[in-house]
C-alpha cells in the first residue's frame, strides 16, 4: 500500500521525505492558504523537487480548461511521470480524466462521495480515485463502507485505478485503510507520528534499555560529578550544606586517608533533631558512625542493583581500588 503525506507545510514535508519510503506527497489549495502560501506556482515547484511523485489540483470551468491547466503546471518543469494531477469529480472532470490519461498524464479524481462517482472515475481511467473519508463521516455517512466498495469494484472489473483512503482523522483510520485493502493512502503528519506509538511498546523499550543499562555500564560511569564527602571532625551543618548542593539525601563521612567511615542521611538528621541534637556539632560526636556499604567503581551497575535490593538502602558509597572514596551512587542513578 503507498503512503503519502498530506500537507503543504515545508518544514514537516522536509522532515518527513527523510524517512526514505514515503511515496509522495498530497497537497491542495486548502492547504497552501491555511500556510500562508501566496505564490502557488512557486511553491508547487519547491515542493516538487522534495517527494517523489506531487499530487497537485488542476481546476477549471470546463474539461478545455483543466487540460490545459494540467499542461501549464507542467511547463513549469514539472515530470509527467511523477506528477498527479488532482480534479473533482464532475462530468468535466472524467471528460478531463480520459484525456489527460490518454496523453500519459496521472490523474486523481477526488472529492468522491458515491460509488457511482468512484464508478465514472474507475471507467474514464483515473490512476487514483480519492473519497474522503473524514468528511463523509462528518455528514454522518458509513464511509468506510464506500471505500471498501470503491476497492471491491477494482478488483472484481479490473480497472488500473488505485483508491485512495484520504480525510485521514485519526490512526484508527490508517488501520481502517488497511483493513479494507485499499491501495494508497494520504496521512498527516500529526497522525502519521502516531502510527509507530504504543504504550506497551514504550514500557517495553524503556525495559530492554534500562536490562541492557545495567549489564553494561559500569558504577564509576554513572555516579555523578558531585563527591558528597564530609570529614569525621566537620559538623552536622557542614553535611547538609554537601547534601544540598549535590541534591543527595546522604553524605559520606571520611578520614583523613579519604577513606568511609560512617554515613550521614537526612533520616539521621531527623532523628537528632528528634533527640534535641544541633548541627553545629561534630559528626563524631553525633553520629553512630558505621562502615557505609560500598561498592567498587569498576563494578557493574546490576551489583549495584543486587546491593539496593538485598540491603534496602537508597544510597551505595563508591571506592576505587584502593578503597579511596571517588562519589556516591542512588538508587535513581540505575535508570
Keep these: 500500500m503507498e503512503l503519502y503525506l498530506d500537507s503543504a507545510d515545508i518544514d514537516e514535508i522536509r522532515e518527513v521525505s527523510k524517512l526514505g519510503f514515503i511515496t509522495g506527497l498530497t497537497t491542495t489549495p486548502t492547504f497552501m492558504h491555511r500556510h500562508g502560501i501566496t505564490d502557488v506556482d512557486a511553491a508547487i515547484i519547491e515542493l516538487s523537487k522534495l517527494v517523489d511523485v506531487l499530487q497537485i489540483e488542476a481546476l477549471g470551468s470546463d474539461a478545455d480548461e483543466i487540460v490545459k491547466e494540467a499542461y501549464r503546471q507542467e511547463a513549469l518543469g514539472l515530470d509527467r511521470k511523477k506528477t498527479v494531477y488532482k480534479i473533482p469529480i464532475s462530468m468535466e472532470g472524467v471528460k478531463a480524466c480520459k484525456?489527460?490519461?490518454?496523453?500519459?498524464?496521472?490523474?486523481?479524481?477526488?472529492?468522491?462521495?458515491?460509488?457511482?462517482?468512484?464508478?465514472?472515475?474507475?471507467?474514464?481511467?483515473?490512476?487514483?480515485v480519492c473519497p474522503l473519508v473524514g468528511r463523509l463521516q462528518d455528514q454522518g455517512h458509513d464511509a468506510l463502507a464506500l471505500v471498501e466498495q470503491c476497492v471491491n469494484a477494482v478488483n472484481y472489473y479490473g480497472y488500473n485505478t488505485k483508491i485512495m483512503f484520504s480525510s485521514v482523522r485519526n490512526a484508527e483510520h490508517v488501520r481502517n485503510a488497511i483493513n479494507i485493502g485499499v491501495h494508497t493512502v494520504t496521512v498527516p503528519w500529526k497522525i502519521m507520528k502516531?502510527?509507530?506509538?504504543?504504550?506497551?511498546?514504550t514500557i517495553g523499550t524503556q525495559q530492554f534499555e534500562e536490562h541492557t543499562r545495567l549489564m553494561t555500564v559500569k558504577v564509576g560511569d554513572a555516579i555523578r560529578d558531585k563527591n558528597p564527602v564530609v570529614k569525621i571532625d566537620n559538623t552536622i551543618a557542614d553535611c547538609l550544606v554537601e547534601?544540598?548542593?549535590?541534591?543527595?539525601?546522604?553524605?559520606?563521612?571520611?578520614?583523613?586517608?579519604?577513606?568511609?567511615?560512617?554515613?550521614?542521611?537526612?533520616?539521621?538528621?531527623?532523628?537528632?533533631?528528634?533527640?534535641?541534637?544541633?548541627?553545629?556539632?561534630?559528626?563524631?560526636?553525633?553520629?553512630?558512625?558505621?562502615?557505609?556499604?560500598?561498592?567498587?567503581?569498576?563494578?557493574?551497575?546490576?551489583?549495584?542493583?543486587?546491593?539496593?535490593?538485598?540491603?534496602?538502602?537508597?544510597?551505595?558509597?563508591?571506592?576505587d581500588n584502593n578503597n579511596k572514596v571517588v562519589g556516591l551512587l542512588d538508587i535513581q542513578d540505575l535508570v
Design 194 to 201: 502516531q502510527l509507530t506509538e504504543n504504550n506497551f511498546t
Design 99 to 128: 484525456r489527460l490519461t490518454n496523453e500519459g498524464f496521472l490523474v486523481n479524481i477526488h472529492l468522491v462521495y458515491t460509488l457511482q462517482q468512484a464508478y465514472m472515475a474507475m471507467q474514464a481511467g483515473a490512476t487514483y
Design 243 to 319: 547534601m544540598t548542593a549535590g541534591g543527595y539525601g546522604a553524605v559520606t563521612i571520611i578520614n583523613d586517608d579519604n577513606e568511609a567511615v560512617g554515613f550521614f542521611t537526612d533520616g539521621d538528621l531527623r532523628r537528632l533533631i528528634e533527640k534535641g541534637g544541633e548541627v553545629k556539632h561534630a559528626v563524631k560526636q553525633s553520629v553512630d558512625l558505621k562502615k557505609p556499604l560500598t561498592i567498587g567503581v569498576d563494578e557493574l551497575l546490576i551489583k549495584a542493583q543486587e546491593l539496593f535490593t538485598k540491603h534496602k538502602v537508597d544510597e551505595l558509597v563508591v571506592v
